[in-house]
């Protein structure tokens, strides 16, 4: 069986990944500054309570900062993601001007990249380990930047890609909860080939994503697209369900034990 160090570094020596290494030298690519992301000027947010501060980078921004990444032969931001996106990887496909495949790099190992890409802490995950930090001591790629563009991107341009899901195996999960670390579990399993069906308390589905972050930081809208994506993968989802009031714990293990339903995970927040 392939290890995921020996897929990276099959992916590293696909022949496009090698002749994008030779367009610049070293020393052009760490002379790069990093990007620096636009925002909303304060005199026109302060004005609206939804409108999102940050702007989003432009195409030529998002290439130029992609092309600051050196495609290590040991990407050490890789060891900083939680859900071991192939980062090289989608940060080439946009050096390269390929945006739709960077959006679906990313959603080969993240069930939301638009989420994660706007409040994730990349600054101390993928970034921290980013060699321009580590080895440079520069600014690191802005990796979050550019996930959130790829992301945006697909979204904008209407061609919303869904990952390959196994084939079914007839075994079904529950996830307790509907907050990111319930609905990046539920991205996996469906992913697998189990029956996932995501139970939530409250009359909307998404958690801390759409309870816990205001819109200027997190807009609902985005949300609800990567929530339809899921829906789209097969993901279940059933509102105004209390575990253990709409139906108690006990009973919901007899029905485990009789429709083959694993309840599995409860949501905490992770990011």
Known sequence: M????????????????????????????????????????????????????????TEEQAVKEAARCMDC????????????INIPEFVKNIERQNFGEAAATLKLTSALPAVCGRVCPQEKQCEEKCFFKVKLQKEPVAIGYLERFAADWERESGAISTPTCAPKNGKKVASIGSG???????????????DVTVFEALHEIGGVLKYGIPEFRLPNSVVDVELENLRKMGVQFE?????????????????????SLWVVAQDFPVL
């Not at 897929?7 to 590293?12: A, D, H, N, P, S």
């Not at 032969?73 to 071991?84: D, L, R």
């Open 73 to 84: 032969v040991n990407p050490t931001c890789i060891e900083g993601c939680p859900v071991q």
């Open 2 to 57: 392939t290890t995921y160090t020996e897929y990276l570094k099959e992916r590293r020596d696909l022949e496009w990944r090698s002749e994008l290494r030779k367009t610049l030298k070293g020393k052009e690519r760490t002379d790069i500054p990093r990007v620096k992301m636009p925002e909303v000027e304060p005199e026109e947010r302060i004005k609206y309570q939804n409108v999102e501060v940050n702007t989003g980078l």
């Open 239 to 259: 509102t105004n369900f209390i575990v253990g009031r709409t139906a108690s714990f006990d009973s919901s293990k007899k029905m485990a034990t009789k429709r």
């Open 180 to 194: 990111p670390s319930s609905l990046s579990f539920a991205g996996d399993m469906i992913k697998l080939g189990y």
